[in-house]
Protein backbone atom coordinates (compact mmCIF):
# COMPACT_ATOMS: atom_id res chain seq x y z
CA UNK A 1 0.00 0.00 0.00
CA UNK A 2 1.31 3.46 -1.07
CA UNK A 3 -0.04 7.40 0.15
CA UNK A 4 -1.94 7.25 -2.95
CA UNK A 5 -3.79 4.02 -1.60
CA UNK A 6 -4.30 5.89 1.86
CA UNK A 7 -5.60 8.65 0.29
CA UNK A 8 -8.06 7.10 -2.41
CA UNK A 9 -8.97 5.06 1.46
CA UNK A 10 -9.81 8.31 2.56
CA UNK A 11 -11.65 9.87 0.18
CA UNK A 12 -13.84 7.16 0.08
CA UNK A 13 -15.00 7.10 3.72
CA UNK A 14 -13.09 4.16 4.49
CA UNK A 15 -13.70 2.63 8.14
CA UNK A 16 -11.05 4.95 10.57
CA UNK A 17 -10.24 1.15 12.39
CA UNK A 18 -9.62 -0.56 8.95
CA UNK A 19 -7.32 2.23 8.13
CA UNK A 20 -5.44 2.37 11.51
CA UNK A 21 -4.81 -1.14 10.71
CA UNK A 22 -3.81 -0.69 7.26
CA UNK A 23 -1.15 1.89 8.89
CA UNK A 24 0.02 -0.74 11.38
CA UNK A 25 0.50 -3.31 8.67
CA UNK A 26 2.67 -0.58 6.43
CA UNK A 27 4.79 -0.10 10.16
CA UNK A 28 5.02 -3.91 11.02
CA UNK A 29 6.60 -4.45 6.76
CA UNK A 30 8.71 -1.33 7.31
CA UNK A 31 10.16 -3.00 10.56
CA UNK A 32 10.93 -6.15 8.50
CA UNK A 33 12.64 -4.44 6.01
CA UNK A 34 14.61 -2.11 8.22
CA UNK A 35 15.88 -5.44 10.11
CA UNK A 36 16.51 -7.42 7.11
CA UNK A 37 18.42 -4.88 5.70
CA UNK A 38 20.56 -4.95 8.86
CA UNK A 39 21.18 -8.40 8.90
CA UNK A 40 22.50 -8.18 4.90
CA UNK A 41 24.83 -5.58 6.22
CA UNK A 42 26.09 -7.80 9.04
CA UNK A 43 26.77 -10.61 6.35
CA UNK A 44 28.11 -8.27 4.10
CA UNK A 45 30.90 -6.79 6.85
CA UNK A 46 31.67 -10.00 8.20
CA UNK A 47 32.31 -11.31 4.31
CA UNK A 48 34.47 -8.65 3.96
CA UNK A 49 36.55 -9.35 7.16
CA UNK A 50 36.50 -13.18 6.03
CA UNK A 51 38.15 -12.18 2.85
CA UNK A 52 41.15 -10.25 4.08
CA UNK A 53 42.73 -12.04 7.13
CA UNK A 54 46.06 -10.04 8.09
CA UNK A 55 48.73 -11.22 7.77
CA UNK A 56 50.91 -8.21 8.62
CA UNK A 57 50.80 -8.35 12.35
CA UNK A 58 51.38 -11.92 13.29
CA UNK A 59 53.70 -11.43 15.99
CA UNK A 60 54.02 -13.42 19.47
CA UNK A 61 51.57 -12.98 21.41
CA UNK A 62 50.51 -14.34 24.83
CA UNK A 63 46.89 -16.15 24.20
CA UNK A 64 46.04 -15.62 28.15
CA UNK A 65 46.10 -11.85 27.49
CA UNK A 66 44.03 -11.89 24.64
CA UNK A 67 41.63 -14.11 26.29
CA UNK A 68 41.48 -12.00 29.42
CA UNK A 69 40.87 -8.62 27.13
CA UNK A 70 37.90 -10.56 25.40
CA UNK A 71 36.34 -11.30 28.65
CA UNK A 72 36.49 -7.67 29.50
CA UNK A 73 34.75 -6.39 26.28
CA UNK A 74 32.06 -9.69 26.44
CA UNK A 75 31.55 -9.00 30.27
CA UNK A 76 29.51 -5.37 29.28
CA UNK A 77 26.57 -7.31 27.86
CA UNK A 78 26.13 -10.03 30.37
CA UNK A 79 23.22 -9.25 33.01
CA UNK A 80 25.19 -11.52 35.83
CA UNK A 81 29.17 -10.10 35.64
CA UNK A 82 30.74 -12.92 37.93
CA UNK A 83 29.77 -15.64 35.24
CA UNK A 84 33.72 -15.79 34.03
CA UNK A 85 36.20 -18.18 35.49
CA UNK A 86 39.82 -18.16 34.32
CA UNK A 87 42.07 -21.08 35.59
CA UNK A 88 45.43 -21.42 34.10
CA UNK A 89 49.20 -21.58 35.46
CA UNK A 90 51.42 -18.61 35.99
CA UNK A 91 53.67 -17.26 33.38
CA UNK A 92 53.13 -16.64 29.33
CA UNK A 93 51.31 -18.57 27.39
CA UNK A 94 52.52 -17.51 23.28
CA UNK A 95 50.87 -18.04 20.11
CA UNK A 96 52.34 -16.69 16.90
CA UNK A 97 49.01 -14.55 15.84
CA UNK A 98 47.03 -11.55 14.72
CA UNK A 99 46.04 -10.01 17.91
CA UNK A 100 42.66 -8.40 17.25
CA UNK A 101 41.76 -11.54 14.80
CA UNK A 102 42.34 -13.75 17.72
CA UNK A 103 40.13 -11.51 20.07
CA UNK A 104 37.86 -11.69 17.78
CA UNK A 105 37.54 -15.36 18.39
CA UNK A 106 37.25 -15.48 22.07
CA UNK A 107 34.80 -12.60 22.08
CA UNK A 108 32.87 -14.35 19.58
CA UNK A 109 32.49 -17.79 21.99
CA UNK A 110 32.12 -15.86 24.71
CA UNK A 111 29.27 -13.96 23.41
CA UNK A 112 27.60 -16.91 22.26
CA UNK A 113 28.14 -18.60 26.21
CA UNK A 114 26.82 -15.44 27.22
CA UNK A 115 23.57 -15.33 25.06
CA UNK A 116 23.46 -19.08 25.58
CA UNK A 117 22.73 -18.58 29.41
CA UNK A 118 20.85 -16.33 28.52
CA UNK A 119 18.52 -18.16 26.79
CA UNK A 120 18.11 -21.39 29.80
CA UNK A 121 17.14 -18.68 32.17
CA UNK A 122 14.36 -17.62 29.81
CA UNK A 123 13.44 -21.74 29.78
CA UNK A 124 13.37 -22.03 33.68
CA UNK A 125 11.13 -18.84 33.91
CA UNK A 126 12.80 -17.17 36.98
CA UNK A 127 13.97 -20.83 39.23
CA UNK A 128 17.36 -20.13 40.57
CA UNK A 129 20.27 -20.73 37.62
CA UNK A 130 23.85 -19.68 38.37
CA UNK A 131 25.04 -19.32 34.87
CA UNK A 132 29.04 -20.11 34.54
CA UNK A 133 31.67 -19.61 31.94
CA UNK A 134 34.79 -21.44 32.63
CA UNK A 135 37.42 -20.55 30.60
CA UNK A 136 40.71 -23.10 31.40
CA UNK A 137 44.58 -22.60 29.43
CA UNK A 138 46.63 -25.34 29.79
CA UNK A 139 49.82 -26.70 27.76
CA UNK A 140 50.34 -30.32 26.55
CA UNK A 141 53.71 -31.17 24.45
CA UNK A 142 53.92 -28.68 21.99
CA UNK A 143 50.84 -27.10 22.05
CA UNK A 144 48.40 -24.50 24.11
CA UNK A 145 44.84 -26.20 24.36
CA UNK A 146 41.48 -23.83 25.72
CA UNK A 147 38.82 -24.82 26.39
CA UNK A 148 35.43 -22.58 26.83
CA UNK A 149 32.85 -24.61 28.82
CA UNK A 150 29.23 -22.51 29.37
CA UNK A 151 26.19 -24.26 31.41
CA UNK A 152 24.01 -22.75 29.35
CA UNK A 153 21.20 -24.27 26.75
CA UNK A 154 23.50 -26.57 25.09
CA UNK A 155 22.53 -28.01 21.62
CA UNK A 156 21.70 -31.30 20.20
CA UNK A 157 23.87 -33.66 18.49
CA UNK A 158 23.20 -32.46 15.24
CA UNK A 159 22.91 -28.82 15.55
CA UNK A 160 26.27 -29.49 16.79
CA UNK A 161 27.57 -30.97 13.79
CA UNK A 162 26.84 -28.04 12.01
CA UNK A 163 28.14 -25.50 14.02
CA UNK A 164 30.94 -24.16 12.10
CA UNK A 165 29.17 -24.49 8.38
CA UNK A 166 28.79 -20.94 6.32
CA UNK A 167 25.23 -19.23 7.29
CA UNK A 168 24.49 -21.63 10.36
CA UNK A 169 22.70 -19.97 13.22
CA UNK A 170 20.62 -21.09 16.23
CA UNK A 171 19.67 -17.20 16.67
CA UNK A 172 16.86 -16.85 13.63
CA UNK A 173 17.05 -13.42 12.24
CA UNK A 174 19.25 -12.34 14.48
CA UNK A 175 22.23 -13.83 13.56
CA UNK A 176 23.95 -14.16 10.58
CA UNK A 177 25.48 -17.35 11.22
CA UNK A 178 28.96 -16.63 9.96
CA UNK A 179 30.45 -15.94 13.33
CA UNK A 180 32.08 -19.77 14.13
CA UNK A 181 32.31 -20.04 10.51
CA UNK A 182 35.06 -17.43 10.98
CA UNK A 183 36.38 -18.62 14.17
CA UNK A 184 37.09 -22.00 12.72
CA UNK A 185 39.09 -20.41 9.36
CA UNK A 186 40.55 -17.81 11.99
CA UNK A 187 41.75 -20.85 14.13
CA UNK A 188 42.98 -23.22 10.87
CA UNK A 189 44.70 -20.37 9.43
CA UNK A 190 47.35 -20.82 12.29
CA UNK A 191 47.92 -24.30 11.98
CA UNK A 192 45.13 -24.60 15.22
CA UNK A 193 42.26 -26.90 15.67
CA UNK A 194 38.68 -26.22 17.03
CA UNK A 195 36.10 -28.61 18.12
CA UNK A 196 33.19 -28.75 20.15
CA UNK A 197 31.06 -30.72 22.59
CA UNK A 198 27.66 -30.47 23.81
CA UNK A 199 24.79 -31.95 25.34
CA UNK A 200 21.18 -30.19 24.92
CA UNK A 201 20.40 -28.27 27.99
CA UNK A 202 23.31 -29.31 30.38
CA UNK A 203 26.39 -27.71 28.58
CA UNK A 204 28.49 -26.28 25.26
CA UNK A 205 32.31 -26.58 25.52
CA UNK A 206 34.83 -25.31 22.93
CA UNK A 207 37.99 -26.79 22.40
CA UNK A 208 40.97 -24.67 20.81
CA UNK A 209 44.64 -26.34 20.38
CA UNK A 210 47.25 -23.59 19.12
CA UNK A 211 51.02 -24.07 17.99
CA UNK A 212 53.58 -23.07 20.67
CA UNK A 213 55.31 -19.96 19.74
Excluded: W
Aim: net charge neutral; glycine share 6%.
Amino acid sequence: MNIEDIREMIAKGVDKNMLLKKMDDIDESLKDIMKGSERIDSIVQNLKLFSRFDYSNVRKNDIKRIISEAIRVSQYRAKDKDLFELISRSGEFNVKVNHDEMLQVFVNIFLNSIQSIEKKKEMLEGSFFQGRIQVEIEIFDKEICIKVEDNGAGMDKIMASKVFDPFFTTKGNDGTGLGMNIVYNIIAKYSGRIKVETELDSFFRTIINLPIA
